[in-house]
């Protein structure tokens, strides 16, 4: 491993360890208002969460929950709440005949309703006293009181009452409970306890199938998200109305607890009833099941019923809520379905999951322990996937595994029925990708900066872009790599520069080289360097080039035919014309960013680029424009080459084959084309030392080529000069030339 990056991946891993139990102290050891704004964004994720999982089709029973609503309708008809016991017992008894099973009262009647027969005695005692036996017989039987709780007494009836800790104020004793808790459950136990409560009045508390408390509590954002099956007070654990009302459905003669204590603290595990078995968490509190928005129960307006306006086979066999929807009294509660929900409906809610326990949703005690454990593989993940990785891989990682937690909660949720938190693996998500996206970026930005210092003189601005792109480290480093380099000269430019101004050879090169550098940056190269006239450039580096012997006698031979236009404009300005050497190989070269620690230059070494620079040397010697290695005439067989001569450069101690490229073999004619053959037969005939075959041909040639025939004149020449008795044995036809 590089040492250098030691110090890089221990700091990357340090910062996302920090994070990670950063988040999970968070999780652990929270408290006030933190822990208040943690559970409220929570919250906000579990409403999000309940509200788009809802069935567009709730699940229907056997059983019929329905609301009887006194409603701003029942008030207008029947005039205004709270109405006579006398009314209330009507009630009762139609909704008994239309088959109701169990009724349940979201309401709770605290005071006595007043006798008619006693306000007479008030105002006439005289009277009363002389008629004492029928005003007692009277009265008895207009008391609305007695009629209603008649009414109770004959039916399955479930009488809610609100539990407070005013205990100076109440009036009534508090009813029996139908919750059987054990003495040894009642240690330190978690409930919630009240001191008091309001509670109906006896005549109508005796008679009524059972009592339940309707308070509902909701979470510090005033929502109602869950929903506390029993209370405490004193010694005595009371049933909610929904429970109580379950308890009545399912004939079950008691409700039994479980608990289990833990560190001399009793925990509550569930409670049971008619073999119903219900899991709690330990304050004896179950997630409220949402059947869908206010209004997903049947709703029938009390005085409809009172009317007798609703058929009998709509209510036969189910269980009925009366409360109300009127905003006038103040029954309507935030939860996450409604901002302005009926309080009975919760209620009904409450009941609905009660007799279908597969409806509730659990929130488990190792909830909090799989959140750690969620967040430590998360912690670990997402820091080990960010490592050296570009700012918009993170964001695509981030992604993926905010989206795999997000999906695997929502399973957990509509599959399992587990609710398991979400905001704390998010926050954790936020965190980590939020500090590494910064630090990507600021890297990303350095790296964007060097990478234009390096290279924006020396290649095209798409392949600096490219190189920004790249996620690899900066390619500054010295590596080994098959290259092609050009290096191109300007024929004679030491005496065309003596008869310029300083200005005039500044605007001829400039021109010069910027059309030059043009067309390499067209054909994918990169500049090297500019020394006076002479311009070296390279391809398949700092970018991978494939066909770079391709781009590279492609752009030679492109520079070729731009020196017509280049040479155009300087006749324009009364300058004089320009012809250029180009000289190509392609070989292992030895490529990066080089230099002292003054100033570096990202560069091409080796004896392949020294040969690159013999073989532009050369075209001089032989009259022609551009000439290439056979390394490099190989990679191009789309192209028509030449062969030049074999030569042993100065500093070599082996023969190099020289090319001179012509044109694209599609472009050529039969002329040119059947020149090139014969050319390439009477060099043949030269390496095999057929004289006077390859003699005759060159002289054909040098009279008849359609290209330089100088190449000709130069074979003819040795032929002529060569001596075959000192001639040896081991020739190889290789010219050796003495000068660079």
């Given amino acids: 491993m590089n040492s250098s990056l030691i110090p890089k991946i221990y700091r990357h891993f340090f910062i996302g360890v920090t994070i990670t139990l950063l988040v999970a102290a968070i999780e652990l050891f929270s408290t006030g208002a933190i822990a208040q704004l943690l559970n409220r964004v929570e919250g906000i994720l579990y409403d999000s969460r309940l509200v788009l999982t809802l069935p567009t089709t709730p699940q229907q029973f056997d059983e019929t929950v329905v609301i009887i609503d006194i409603d701003?309708?029942?008030?207008?008809?029947?005039?205004?709440?709270?109405?006579?016991?006398?009314?209330?017992?009507?009630?009762?008894?139609?909704?008994?005949?239309?088959?109701?099973?169990?009724?349940?009262?979201?309401?709770?009647?605290?005071?006595?309703?007043?006798?008619?027969?006693?306000?007479?005695?008030?105002?006439?005692?005289?009277?009363?006293?002389?008629?004492?036996?029928?005003?007692?017989?009277?009265?008895?039987?207009?008391?609305?009181?007695?009629?209603?709780?008649?009414?109770?007494?004959?039916?399955?009836?479930?009488?809610?009452?609100?539990?407070?800790?005013?205990?100076?104020?109440?009036?009534?004793?508090?009813?029996s409970s139908s919750v059987d808790w054990m003495l040894d459950d009642q240690k330190n136990s978690q409930f919630i306890e009240f001191s008091g409560a309001a509670v109906n009045i006896p005549t109508l508390q005796n008679k009524a199938s059972g009592n339940g408390f309707i308070n509902a509590h909701s979470e510090n954002d005033g929502f109602i998200r869950k929903a506390s099956l029993v209370h405490k007070v004193g010694n005595t654990l009371y049933p909610s109305l929904a429970l109580e009302a379950a308890r009545l459905y399912t004939l079950a003669?008691?409700?039994?607890?479980?608990?289990?204590?833990?560190?001399?603290?009793?925990?509550?595990?569930?409670?049971?009833?008619?073999?119903?078995?219900?899991?709690?968490?330990?304050?004896?509190?179950?997630?409220?099941?949402?059947?869908?928005?206010?209004?997903?129960?049947?709703?029938?307006?009390?005085?409809?019923?009172?009317?007798?306006?609703?058929?009998?086979?709509?209510?036969?066999?189910?269980?009925?809520?009366?409360?109300?929807?009127?905003?006038?009294?103040?029954?309507?509660?935030?939860?996450?379905?409604?901002?302005?929900?009926?309080?009975?409906?919760?209620?009904?809610?409450?009941?609905?999951?009660?007799?279908?326990?597969?409806?509730?949703?659990a929130q488990p005690s190792w909830s909090s322990?799989?959140?750690?454990?969620?967040?430590?593989?998360?912690?670990?993940?997402?820091?080990?996937?960010?490592?050296?990785?570009?700012?918009?891989?993170?964001?695509?990682?981030?992604?993926?595994?905010?989206?795999?937690?997000?999906?695997?909660?929502?399973?957990?949720?509509?599959?399992?029925?587990?609710?398991?938190?979400?905001?704390?693996?998010?926050?954790l998500i936020t965190l980590l990708s939020g500090y590494y996206i910064f630090v990507?970026?600021?890297?990303?930005?350095?790296?964007?900066?060097k990478i234009k210092s390096m290279f924006d003189q020396y290649v095209p601005p798409d392949h600096i872009n490219q190189l920004i792109n790249q996620s690899s480290d900066l390619p500054q480093q010295s590596v080994k790599r098959n290259m092609t380099v050009l290096f191109a000269d300007i024929r004679g430019f030491t005496s065309l520069s003596e008869n310029m101004s300083a200005h005039q050879l500044s605007e001829y090169l400039n021109e010069y080289?910027?059309?030059?550098?043009?067309?390499?940056?067209?054909?994918?190269?990169?500049?090297?360097?500019?020394?006076?006239?002479?311009?070296?450039?390279?391809?398949?580096?700092?970018?991978?080039?494939?066909?770079?012997?391709?781009?590279?006698?492609?752009?030679?031979?492109?520079?070729?035919?731009?020196?017509?236009?280049i040479n155009q404009a300087f006749l324009e300005k009364n300058l004089p014309a320009i012809s250029i050497g180009i000289g190509?190989?392609?070989?292992?070269?030895?490529?990066?960013?080089?230099?002292?620690?003054?100033?570096?230059?990202?560069?091409?070494?080796?004896?392949?680029?020294?040969?690159?620079?013999?073989?532009?040397?050369?075209?001089?010697?032989?009259?022609?424009?551009?000439?290439?290695?056979?390394?490099?005439?190989?990679?191009?067989?789309?192209?028509?080459?030449?062969?030049?001569?074999?030569?042993?450069?100065?500093?070599?101690?082996?023969?190099?084959?020289?090319?001179?490229?012509?044109?694209?073999?599609?472009?050529?004619?039969?002329?040119?084309?059947?020149?090139?053959?014969?050319?390439?037969?009477?060099?043949t005939h030269y390496y095999n030392k057929n004289w006077q075959q390859s003699l005759s041909l060159l002289i054909e040639l040098e009279s008849t080529s359609v290209f330089s025939s100088h190449i000709y004149t130069v074979f003819i020449k040795r032929i002529n000069e060569t001596n075959l008795k000192t001639l040896s044995k081991d020739w190889n036809g290789a010219f050796r030339h003495q000068t660079k």
């Avoid at 029942?74 to 009762?92: C, H, I, N, T, Y």
């Avoid at 595990?269 to 179950?286: A, H, L, M, S, V």
């Avoid at 067309?519 to 006239?533: C, E, W």
Wanted: with cysteine.
């Fill in 72 to 175: 701003d309708k029942s008030m207008a008809e029947q005039g205004r709440f709270p109405w006579s016991r006398s009314k209330m017992a009507e009630l009762v008894s139609k909704l008994t005949e239309a088959g109701v099973i169990v009724i349940a009262f979201d309401i709770f009647f605290s005071e006595p309703e007043i006798n008619p027969v006693s306000q007479i005695e008030s105002e006439f005692p005289n009277f009363i006293n002389s008629n004492k036996l029928t005003i007692n017989e009277v009265k008895k039987k207009i008391d609305a009181d007695s009629k209603f709780a008649n009414v109770l007494s004959n039916n399955d009836t479930v009488l809610g009452f609100l539990l407070n800790n005013e205990t100076h104020q109440q009036i009534n004793p508090l009813p």
């Fill in 513 to 565: 080289l910027s059309a030059t550098t043009e067309i390499i940056f067209k054909h994918s190269g990169t500049i090297d360097k500019y020394v006076g006239d002479m311009i070296m450039a390279f391809w398949n580096a700092p970018l991978q080039d494939d066909d770079h012997a391709k781009h590279g006698v492609e752009a030679a031979m492109a520079m070729l035919k731009g020196l017509s236009s």
């Fill in 584 to 683: 190509l190989n392609t070989a292992d070269m030895n490529v990066g960013d080089m230099g002292s620690k003054y100033r570096k230059a990202y560069t091409v070494l080796g004896d392949a680029v020294n040969l690159g620079s013999r073989v532009e040397s050369l075209t001089k010697f032989y009259e022609v424009a551009i000439l290439v290695t056979k390394e490099t005439m190989r990679a191009c067989p789309h192209i028509s080459f030449r062969l030049i001569d074999k030569v042993q450069v100065v500093g070599k101690t082996t023969a190099t084959e020289l090319f001179e490229p012509i044109d694209f073999t599609d472009s050529l004619n039969t002329t040119q084309l059947a020149e090139l053959s014969k050319s390439e037969v009477a060099m």
């Fill in 440 to 449: 990507g970026s600021i890297a990303e930005m350095k790296h964007s900066r």
């Fill in 253 to 361: 003669d008691k409700i039994e607890t479980r608990s289990h204590i833990l560190n001399n603290i009793t925990l509550f595990d569930g409670i049971k009833f008619n073999d119903q078995w219900i899991q709690t968490d330990e304050y004896g509190k179950i997630l409220i099941p949402y059947k869908g928005p206010a209004g997903s129960f049947t709703y029938y307006s009390a005085t409809d019923i009172l009317k007798n306006k609703i058929g009998e086979s709509e209510l036969e066999g189910s269980v009925a809520f009366i409360g109300t929807s009127a905003i006038g009294l103040a029954d309507l509660r935030a939860t996450p379905v409604g901002l302005q929900y009926p309080g009975v409906e919760v209620h009904a809610n409450i009941f609905r999951g009660l007799i279908h326990p597969e409806l509730l949703p």
């Fill in 369 to 427: 322990g799989a959140t750690l454990l969620m967040i430590v593989v998360i912690g670990g993940l997402l820091t080990t996937l960010s490592y050296q990785k570009s700012a918009r891989h993170i964001v695509v990682v981030t992604l993926g595994i905010a989206v795999l937690v997000t999906l695997f909660n929502f399973y957990l949720w509509t599959i399992e029925k587990i609710s398991l938190p979400l905001f704390m693996p998010l926050l």
